[in-house]
Structure formats: C-alpha cells, structure tokens
C-alpha cells in the first residue's frame, strides 16, 4: 500500500478503552507505522508529569506526530485521515457538503451516544466507586441511548456504510458504539446488529482490537 507516511514519528498513547481503539483502528486502515504507548485511564498513568506535559487533560487517547500533540479521539482521527489518508484507504469526503454530513453525523454519534448517554451509563455504572451512584441518571441515559439508537436505524436501513458508498470515520465510529451498546446488553435491532457485525469483520479492525487490548 503507498502511504504518504516518510519516516514514522507517530505516537499513539492510550489503551484498552472504546475511545483509545478509535485512532488505533483509524491507523491500521491507513496502514500507518505507529508506535503504541498503550497507558490505561485510571491507572495512574495519565496522571504522571512527564504526561501530564504532554496532555494536561491526562486523558486518553492522545497522538504525537513530529511537533504536534493532539488529544480528542475525533480529532486525532480526523488528522490522521486529513494527512495520511488517500482514496485507497480512508478520506475526508471532498466536497463541501459531503464534508458537512460526517460532520453532521460524528457529533450526533459521540454527542449524543458516546458522551451524553454511553458514557453517563459507564460512569455511573461501572466507575460509580469514581463517579457516584446516579441509578435515575443510569435509567435515562438507557433510555436516551434507545432514542438516538431509533433515529441511526431508521436513517442506516439499505445504508451499507453511514455515508453512502464509502467507508469512513463516522462508520467506526458508529461500530465501537454499537459494539458498547452491545457490551451493556440493549437490544439492537437485526439491520443494526448485522451492520455491525459487517464493519466488525474488517481486517484493520480485527487487528486494532488486537491491538488496543494490550493493556486491557
Ligand atoms: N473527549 C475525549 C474523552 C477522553 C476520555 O474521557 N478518556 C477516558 C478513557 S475512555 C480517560 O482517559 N479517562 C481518564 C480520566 O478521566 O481520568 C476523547 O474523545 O478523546
């Protein structure tokens, strides 16, 4: 595969999460040579000096590409496909419009099933010792997540990827949140499921999640 990758400077922090697979898998579409420095949330790790340097967030994923430091799974993944991706492997849709429905679709995926309900239930759920219980938190973000759920399979019915003929972000996106819906058990519906199941069987993906369990 040509890549206009020249020397690899990549660096790719963090590990074991739905989040720190994003920009792993990302790289493995683009076919990118990285090296993994697979630090886990909670662990200590995030909160060192020499990270704390880096990403005074200490969260995770975190990516170093020569002088730039970025944090914010979306944007690493989108700088990662901005520089190095190419019609063969992954791309930012090229025009205006095309660029304007993945945007549409990234921030209604982590808005609204990632941050506003997935991640509420993982909080107050099984980090609850960290975050606090919050049982009428945890029944409306359930709720919440079927709702947002409803309206992505009633727009992916005949869909083969969320923006029409090419695979792109917004699909792994999409794909490591239905794989966490599926994780806390929420039914999802057969055309939904089979999506997933689908995109699941990527070899970039297989070799990701490979990847990204290393320190799980
Ligand atoms: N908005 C951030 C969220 C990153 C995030 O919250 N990461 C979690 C792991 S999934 C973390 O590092 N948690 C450690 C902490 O909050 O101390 C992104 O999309 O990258």
């Not at 399979?153 to 029409?164: A, I, P, Q, S, T």
Request: net charge neutral; with cysteine.
């Amino acid at each position: 595969m040509k890549s206009k990758q020249q020397k690899s400077k990549l660096i790719l922090w963090g590990a074991g999460t739905a989040r720190t697979l994003r920009p792993i898998w990302v790289a493995e579409e683009l076919g990118l040579i990285y090296k993994l420095n697979p630090i886990g949330p909670r662990t200590g790790e995030t909160q060192t000096d020499q990270y704390t340097e880096l990403n005074p967030k200490q969260k995770v994923p975190f990516c170093e590409d020569g002088d730039l430091g970025l944090s914010e799974t979306m944007a690493i993944s989108r700088y990662l496909i901005n520089k190095y991706g190419s019609p063969d492997t992954l791309q930012t849709p090229d025009t205006i419009e095309g660029r304007a429905k993945e945007d549409e679709w990234l921030a209604f995926i982590y808005g609204e099933l990632d941050e506003t309900s997935l991640y509420v239930m993982r909080r107050h759920g099984a980090l609850a010792s960290i975050y606090g219980e919050a049982p009428a938190a945890m029944d409306a973000a359930e709720a919440y997540v079927k709702r947002q759920l409803n309206v992505i399979h009633k727009y992916m019915r005949g869909r083969e990827y969320v923006l029409n003929e090419n695979f792109s972000l917004s699909d792994i996106f999409l794909t490591t949140c239905l794989n966490w819906v599926n994780a806390y058990e929420i039914e999802l519906e057969s055309e939904l499921e089979e999506y997933r199941a689908r995109i699941v069987q990527r070899k970039a993906y297989i070799k990701a999640k490979k990847v990204n369990q290393k320190n799980s």
